[in-house]
Each structure stands twice: as structure tokens, then as C-alpha cells.
């Protein structure tokens, strides 16, 4: 009878022992296995799916070119083959002196998107003083347009007056024609002037016009610096949050069994059982 009861212990423990082989499988099968941490340099962190070393390497040091440096803390099968719900040791120090770098960085693009606002700032005083200036010679070339219209107007008069007392011959009608003559010279000269007067506002306003659009040019390009900088600026700030939460984290983190270690205490106590049953079946067979 107690060699019946000592053989279906025998069996429910070897059951046991093969129900639970995946365990011992899977850690034999680990690819990453960190090394101990006896200083607290390291911090580790869970794989999740879809994570490689040089994304994490970006994530926490910010340089995707650091993972070879992670076999430092932590053995690797094949490195490019990494699951979720394993284990990977982050130095400290790397992860500080990346944050220290993103820092300076950011501190950099911050000066950087303060100049840029100072040159829109700037840009934008000289399109307004464009823009005025530019109304001005509009102003003034309407003027003068005005005033050639008039000078025209007056010019016909005066032609209308000569045709009426072409055919006199007397004195008067003599002295007349000599003063409309005169008159007439006078007001070509101000034409001619009033030309002159023009063309070169024109030429003027040609020239603001093109300030003008080289001006609105810029200022659309700045605004398209200041964006793209603001948006990384915003990006590198969050990503160093979340690196200094997880250094913060990890000051009170410790490290946990690995499954392979779990498997070994496993392993340990059914071969502790086991050994306990082959020297309890041994006295009872001696004792009959």
C-alpha cells in the first residue's frame, strides 16, 4: 500500500514537473539576460511589442547608435531579436547625459526661436514701412496725375484760343497769340516736368513693390522656421520629461526575478521533493 502511495507521489510530482517545463523552455530560451546591479547604476525596463535596441536607445539616450554599449549591462542571444516582457538594463549616467545633452539642445533651439521671433519682428516693421511708403507714392502719383490732367485740360484751352484768333491780324489779336504761345510753352514745360515727376515715382513704387514681396517672402519663411522649431521644441521638452520621470522612477526600482531564476528555485524544490520521497519510500520499504 505505501509503495502505491509512494508511486502516485512519485507521478503527481513528475506531472507537476511537466506541466511547468515551459518555464525552465522559456527561460533557456531567454535572448536578453541583464547583469547584476549591485550599485544602482543601471535601471531596467520592460520590452514592449514592437520595440528594437536602437529605438530605445533613442527613446532613453537619445542616440540610436548607443545600443551596442547596452551589451555592457546585458547579455544578448542575438541582439536584434528582442521580445516583449523581457528585461533590459538602461545605464544611469548615459541616460542622465543624454538628458543633459537634450538639454542644451533645447536650450539652443529655444535662443535660436527667439532670434527668429526678433527677425519676424523685424521683417514685419519693414513690410508696415513698406506698405506706408508704398502708399504714399501711390498718393502722390495720383497728385500728379491729377495735376497733368489739369495741365492737359489747359493745354486744349489754350490751343482752342490760339485756332480763334489765328485769322485776326490786328495788334491785339497779335499780342494775344504771343501770350497764348507763351502760355502754351509754359504749361509743356510743367508737363514735361510732371512726366518726369512721374516716371520717377513710378519707378519708385516698382522698386518698393519688389521690397515688399521679398519682404512678405521672408516673413512667410520665418513663420515656417518658428513653427517647425516651436514643434520640435515642444517634442524634445516632452521627451526629456518623460526620461526624467524615468530616472525618477527608477531611483526606487528593484530588479525582480527572471524567469530563469524563478525556474531554477522551481526546479530546486521539485528536485528537494523528489529527493525527501525516494528517502521516505527507502525507510518505509526498510521498516517492512
Known amino acids: 500500500?505505501?509503495?502505491?502511495?509512494?508511486?502516485?507521489?512519485?507521478?503527481?510530482?513528475?506531472?507537476?514537473?511537466?506541466?511547468?517545463?515551459?518555464?525552465?523552455?522559456?527561460?533557456?530560451?531567454?535572448?536578453?539576460?541583464?547583469?547584476?546591479?549591485?550599485?544602482?547604476?543601471?535601471?531596467?525596463?520592460?520590452?514592449?511589442?514592437?520595440?528594437?535596441?536602437?529605438?530605445?536607445?533613442?527613446?532613453?539616450?537619445?542616440?540610436?547608435?548607443?545600443?551596442?554599449?547596452?551589451?555592457?549591462?546585458?547579455?544578448?542571444?542575438?541582439?536584434?531579436?528582442?521580445?516583449?516582457?523581457?528585461?533590459?538594463?538602461?545605464?544611469?549616467?548615459?541616460?542622465?547625459?543624454?538628458?543633459?545633452?537634450?538639454?542644451?539642445?533645447?536650450?539652443?533651439q529655444q535662443q535660436e526661436l527667439e532670434n527668429l521671433r526678433a527677425q519676424l519682428a523685424e521683417s514685419e516693421a519693414t513690410r508696415d514701412k513698406l506698405e506706408a511708403?508704398?502708399?504714399?507714392?501711390?498718393?502722390?502719383?495720383?497728385?500728379?496725375?491729377?495735376?497733368?490732367?489739369a495741365l492737359e485740360d489747359s493745354l486744349k484751352s489754350q490751343e482752342k484760343l490760339m485756332a480763334a484768333v489765328k485769322d485776326s491780324g490786328d495788334a491785339v489779336s497779335s499780342g494775344l497769340k504771343k501770350a497764348i504761345e507763351a502760355n502754351k510753352a509754359?504749361?509743356?514745360?510743367?508737363?514735361?516736368?510732371l512726366d518726369e515727376r512721374l516716371g520717377a515715382v513710378s519707378a519708385m513704387l516698382e522698386e518698393q513693390n519688389t521690397k515688399a514681396a521679398g519682404t512678405h517672402a521672408a516673413i512667410e519663411s520665418i513663420q515656417a522656421d518658428v513653427k517647425t522649431l516651436l514643434?520640435?521644441?515642444?517634442?524634445?521638452?516632452?521627451?526629456?520629461?518623460e526620461v526624467k520621470m524615468i530616472l525618477e522612477n527608477a531611483k526606487g526600482v528593484h530588479e525582480e526575478l527572471s524567469t530563469g531564476k524563478r525556474a531554477l528555485v522551481f526546479l530546486t524544490t521539485v528536485a528537494a521533493g523528489i529527493g525527501w520521497f525516494a528517502l521516505n519510500a527507502i525507510g518505509g520499504r526498510s521498516s517492512e
Open 1 to 108: 500500500m505505501k509503495i502505491i502511495r509512494g508511486t502516485l507521489k512519485l507521478a503527481l510530482i513528475l506531472y507537476i514537473c511537466a506541466a511547468l517545463s515551459g518555464v525552465y523552455v522559456l527561460s533557456a530560451s531567454a535572448r536578453i539576460t541583464p547583469h547584476a546591479d549591485d550599485d544602482g547604476e543601471t535601471m531596467l525596463i520592460t520590452i514592449v511589442k514592437g520595440d528594437t535596441l536602437w529605438d530605445l536607445c533613442q527613446e532613453h539616450l537619445k542616440d540610436p547608435l548607443q545600443w551596442r554599449e547596452l551589451s555592457k549591462y546585458n547579455d544578448f542571444t542575438n541582439p536584434h531579436l528582442i521580445y516583449p516582457g523581457e528585461q533590459l538594463r538602461i545605464p544611469i549616467a548615459m541616460a542622465k547625459e543624454a538628458v543633459d545633452n537634450a538639454e542644451d539642445k533645447l536650450l539652443q
Open 133 to 149: 511708403e508704398i502708399k504714399g507714392l501711390n498718393e502722390s502719383m495720383d497728385k500728379l496725375k491729377a495735376q497733368l490732367k
Open 186 to 193: 509754359a504749361i509743356l514745360e510743367k508737363t514735361a516736368h
Open 231 to 241: 514643434a520640435q521644441v515642444e517634442t524634445n521638452q516632452k521627451v526629456i520629461n
